[in-house]
């Protein structure tokens, strides 16, 4: 089945403790994609990736990391979370930039 | 920088009843337009999609939107709600850029 997978679905940390959410896609997809929910804020982009090797930045993100070694997986990295992270995160993939986007599941985490 | 506003936020409807919700989006240059839709605990999936051709695109579950391109809209309708479609929908537009943004959402609640 073609999906998109992310782990933890639900974590709660305190401030200052690394953390890592983890995004696999199956599809053979290129464009791979962080997004935050915020409740009025709608979807915003933190790090977005055409390809293994090449990572961007989107609109939010300060506080956050990401690598793309392979092209399944696309790990997003909160080094020192802070309560501000608190929110809902999705990953997304798709073929190519543009196209249809692919979702997982989303990991709801509290920074307390 | 492309943007995207959807000016309602929170619907409310009575079964059968028509619905329309509004995008507008500001980029000079050709784009490719999205509805995504968000069910109560699920992530999103697209509803439907424009990127060149017929202006006016049909989706799953009835739903269409027509692309107006000298009002920078995309505008998402539906003849005839159902008390499933209760959900949370977003506009995205991705533009020239490798990102896509997207709107705040309208969260629509369908009364039976």
């Known amino acids: 089945e073609a999906q998109v997978t992310q782990n933890p679905r639900y974590l709660i940390t305190v401030t200052g403790k690394k953390l890592t959410v983890t995004c696999s896609q199956n599809?053979?997809?290129?464009?791979m994609s962080w997004y935050r929910q915020d409740p009025g804020l709608g979807l915003r982009q933190i790090y977005y990736s055409m390809n293994v090797e090449v990572t961007d930045k989107g609109d939010v993100p300060e506080g956050y990391k990401v690598s793309r070694k392979e092209k399944r997986n696309f790990p997003l990295i909160l080094e020192s979370p802070s309560p501000n992270q608190t929110s809902l995160y999705f990953c997304?993939?798709?073929?190519?930039?543009?196209?249809?986007?692919?979702f997982g599941p989303g990991t709801r985490l509290t920074v307390l | 920088a492309q943007s995207v506003s959807q000016h309602n936020h929170h619907v409310i409807l009575s079964e059968a009843a028509s619905l329309e919700l509004g995008c507008n989006y500001s980029y000079g240059g050709t784009v490719n337009l999205f509805w995504y839709v968000q069910y109560p605990g699920q992530h999103l999936q697209l509803l439907l999609k424009y990127f060149s051709g017929d202006p006016l695109v049909k989706g799953i579950k009835g739903f269409e939107a027509e692309f107006i391109k000298s009002k920078f809209s995309f505008n998402l309708r539906k003849p005839s709600v159902q008390w499933s479609d209760t959900a949370e929908y977003f506009c995205a537009v991705n533009g020239g850029y490798q990102k896509v943004t997207f709107g705040t959402g309208t969260k629509l609640q369908v009364i039976p």
């Open positions: 997304a993939s798709s073929f190519e930039r543009g196209d249809t986007q692919y």
């Open positions: 599809m053979n997809h290129e464009y």
